[in-house]
């Protein structure tokens, strides 16, 4: 049980890290959960040279109690991210390339001091945000992917852990949304699986399969908007494993410009509740919300706030 608390103390700041980038949603190609018909066709339209800037907002908090004793884990970041599309290919694919421009993090456990980052005025990070520090600026992979956002081949540019961790074709080095290539309805639905790691006792790791399905629910002009939500579809047993998903399974609504062939913005949330993920007597309770949206340019001085009410995509 131990390890397993010192598990999830070691991964807050990592899952703090990892919300700076922004809510990658990775996938391999979609599968219809229904038939085409007649539809919008969702596709990305990227122009050489061309950069997509986002401000991205998370915040986190979890709670964890032993018998009558809680404590608490809080973290925030804003970030501003773009990619660069270095070249485009006659069937509309591109060569595209991921860079997180600035940041600003905080990371308190408890009652401990607050670990605070913001990349324009700090010069050295403290340690639980070294490993995004070092990646500011720089893109740290070079996709091919296709029009609609199919990964073909990636090729990492930097010694992240993410591209430590990531074999040189997982599709998990893609942040794009993997559209079908039909035109999808309103109402259509595509789905994708994918597994990711877990810790278990014995310091061993085990796969989960996870299913993320889109929804076109509406389209009002040139912006369509889709619903995501997250299952887990490996049987699980064990609270201690369900704890390490809740963070994992976000759910929420995406605005995609179809004129423009980009994203206008996302907002995810995640919240959930693990009885004895610890073992007798304990309990884990998580939230988050992420806010994304598409900005002009990045502007010279400070980051968006997460608005106190939520995020900004309204159907």
């Not at 190609?29 to 085409?36: D, E, I, K, L, R």
């Not at 986002?54 to 991210?81: C, H, P, W």
């Not at 995501?228 to 998903?245: F, G, R």
């Not at 009885?275 to 002009?296: C, D, H, W, Y």
């Amino acid at each position: 049980m131990l390890a397993m608390i010192r598990h999830f103390q070691h991964q807050w700041p990592l899952l703090l890290s990892l919300m700076a980038i922004g809510s990658q949603l990775t996938f391999d190609s979609p599968v219809w959960a229904q038939p085409a018909a007649n539809g919008y066709r969702l596709v990305y339209k990227f122009q050489p040279n061309q950069f997509v800037h986002y401000e991205v907002a998370n915040r986190m908090s979890i709670l964890t109690q032993f018998g009558d004793t809680s404590t608490v884990a809080l973290n925030e970041s804003t970030a501003v991210k773009n990619y660069r599309v270095i070249s485009v290919d006659g069937q509309g694919g591109a060569v595209i390339e991921p860079t997180i421009v600035r940041v600003k993090m905080s990371a308190q456990f408890a009652e401990q001091d607050a670990a605070i980052y913001d990349s324009e005025t700090a010069i050295d990070p403290p340690p639980q945000f070294k490993d995004v520090a070092a990646t500011l600026g720089r893109p740290s992979v070079r996709l091919q992917v296709a029009a609609n956002g199919q990964l073909i081949q990636a090729t990492p540019l930097l010694d992240s852990p993410a591209n430590r961790n990531l074999a040189k074709d997982d599709p998990r080095h893609n942040f794009l949304i993997v559209f079908p290539t039909d035109p999808v309805p309103i109402g259509g639905s595509w789905k994708d699986r994918f597994q990711v790691p877990v810790s278990v006792e014995g310091g061993l790791k085990r796969e989960v399969t996870l299913q993320r399905t889109f929804t076109l629910t509406k389209v009002n002009g040139n912006s369509a908007f889709i619903q995501l939500k997250t299952a887990v579809m490996t049987p699980v047993d064990s609270p201690a494993i369900e704890a390490q998903l809740i963070q994992r399974t976000p759910s929420g609504v995406l605005e995609f410009d179809m004129a423009e062939g980009a994203f206008l913005g996302q907002e995810l949330r995640v919240s959930g509740h693990v009885v004895n993920a610890f073992g007798e007597k304990t309990q884990m309770k998580a939230e988050s919300l992420s806010v994304e949206k598409r900005i002009p340019s990045p502007t010279s001085r400070g980051i968006a706030v997460l608005p106190a009410d939520g995020g900004t995509i309204r159907q």
